[in-house]
C-alpha cells in the first residue's frame, strides 16, 4: 500500500523531478565525503578504543569527521576551493586532474554525483513530493553510500544502517509504504532469514558465507517495504550477485574463496522493488508458485 499522491500536472511534475535531480546532484557530492570518510573514522575509533584499553595513548587526536578537515587532493593536499567543488562541472572543467599537481581524480566522484542526481529525478518521478518521495530520497542516498562503501571496505556501517532500519518503521508508522504490521515483521523476517542462511553455511562448510551488515541492511528494506516484498529482493539480488560473482571469478581467475560484498546487490534490489515492487512481486509469486 502507497500512500503517495502526486499533487503536480505532469508538466509540473517533471520539473519537479528535474529539481529533485539538481538537488541529488548536489547531495552527490557530500555522498562521496561519506563514502571515503566514514570507514576512516570507524578505523580512527577503533585505533584508540585498542589503544585505550591497553593503557597506551590514543594514536588519532586530531579532529577528523565529515566536515573537517577540508577536502584535498590526496596526492599534494592542495585543498579544494569551493569553486573546484561543483558537482560534475568542476571535474569537467579541470578534466579530471587536480589543479595543483595534476594527479587524476577518479571518475567514480563525478559518477557518484550523476548516479543520485538522476535516480533522485525517477524516485521524485515515480512517487511524488509527498512524504513517500522525500522519504525515498533518504533510503536511496543511504543505500548508495552503502553499497560503496561496501564495494571499497566490506563493511556495512551500523552509523548508516540503524539510522535507515528506525527510518523504515517510523515512516510506517502512518502506512507511508505498508501498514506498520507488516513493516515489523518484515525487519524481524528480513533480519532472521539472511542470520539463518548464514549459521547454516556455516555449520557446513565451517567458514563465514557473508557478514552481519547483510541481515541489518535487509532488516532496514524489510522496515520499508514489508515481509511481501522480501522474497522479490533476495530473488533479484541473489541471481545478479550469483552472475556477477561468477563473472568476477572468471576474470580473476580465482576460485570460490573470493570474497565478494553482497550489500549492494541488496541495495539495489530494494531500490528497484520500491519503484517496481508490485509487478516484481507478483512474478516472484508466479515463480515461486507457478
Given at each position: 500500500m502507497l500512500q503517495s499522491t502526486l499533487l503536480f500536472a505532469p508538466a509540473g511534475q517533471l520539473a519537479i523531478a528535474l529539481i529533485a535531480g539538481l538537488f541529488g546532484l548536489l547531495f552527490?557530492?557530500?555522498?562521496?565525503?561519506?563514502?571515503?570518510?566514514?570507514?576512516?573514522?570507524?578505523?580512527?575509533?577503533?585505533?584508540n578504543y585498542v589503544a585505550t584499553e591497553s593503557g597506551k595513548p590514543a594514536p588519532h587526536t586530531g579532529r577528523y569527521n565529515l566536515v573537517v578537515p577540508r577536502?584535498?587532493?590526496?596526492?599534494?593536499?592542495?585543498?579544494?576551493?569551493?569553486?573546484?567543488?561543483?558537482?560534475?562541472?568542476?571535474?569537467?572543467?579541470?578534466?579530471?586532474?587536480?589543479?595543483?599537481?595534476?594527479?587524476?581524480?577518479?571518475?567514480?566522484?563525478?559518477?557518484?554525483?550523476?548516479?543520485?542526481?538522476?535516480?533522485?529525478?525517477?524516485?521524485?518521478?515515480?512517487?511524488?513530493?509527498?512524504?513517500?518521495?522525500?522519504?525515498?530520497?533518504?533510503?536511496?542516498?543511504?543505500?548508495?553510500?552503502?553499497?560503496?562503501?561496501?564495494?571499497?571496505?566490506?563493511?556495512?556501517?551500523?552509523?548508516?544502517?540503524?539510522?535507515?532500519?528506525?527510518?523504515?518503521?517510523?515512516?510506517?508508522?502512518?502506512?507511508?509504504?505498508?501498514?506498520?504490521?507488516?513493516?515489523?515483521?518484515?525487519?524481524?523476517?528480513?533480519?532472521?532469514?539472511?542470520?539463518?542462511?548464514?549459521?547454516?553455511y556455516k555449520l557446513a562448510t565451517g567458514k563465514e558465507g557473508m557478514g552481519y551488515g547483510d541481515f541489518k541492511l535487509l532488516a532496514a528494506l524489510g522496515a520499508w517495504m514489508g515481509w511481501a516484498m522480501l522474497p522479490t529482493i533476495i530473488l533479484m539480488s541473489s541471481v545478479v550477485g550469483l552472475i556477477f560473482g561468477v563473472a568476477m571469478m572468471i576474470i580473476n581467475r580465482r576460485g570460490l574463496d573470493v570474497r565478494i560484498p553482497f550489500g549492494p546487490y541488496l541495495a539495489v534490489a530494494g531500490l528497484i522493488a520500491l519503484l517496481y515492487g508490485g509487478p516484481l512481486s507478483a512474478f516472484t509469486l508466479s515463480v515461486v508458485r507457478p
Open positions: 552527490g557530492s557530500f555522498l562521496n565525503v561519506v563514502i571515503h570518510r566514514l570507514p576512516i573514522m570507524m578505523q580512527r575509533e577503533s585505533d577536502s584535498a587532493c590526496p596526492h599534494c593536499q592542495h585543498q579544494i576551493t569551493a569553486a573546484e567543488n561543483i558537482p560534475l562541472l568542476s571535474w569537467l572543467v579541470l578534466r579530471g586532474k587536480c589543479s595543483h599537481c595534476k594527479a587524476p581524480i577518479s571518475a567514480r566522484y563525478p559518477a557518484v554525483e550523476v548516479l543520485t542526481g538522476v535516480l533522485s529525478a525517477l524516485v521524485v518521478w515515480k512517487l511524488g513530493s509527498g512524504w513517500a518521495g522525500l522519504s525515498a530520497l533518504f533510503l536511496l542516498y543511504s543505500l548508495i553510500a552503502l553499497s560503496f562503501i561496501d564495494a571499497d571496505t566490506q563493511l556495512l556501517p551500523d552509523d548508516l544502517v540503524y539510522p535507515l532500519l528506525w527510518g523504515g518503521l517510523l515512516m510506517n508508522v502512518g502506512a507511508t509504504f505498508v501498514p506498520l504490521q507488516d513493516a515489523v515483521i518484515g525487519a524481524t523476517a528480513g533480519y532472521l532469514s539472511l542470520w539463518s542462511i548464514y549459521w547454516l
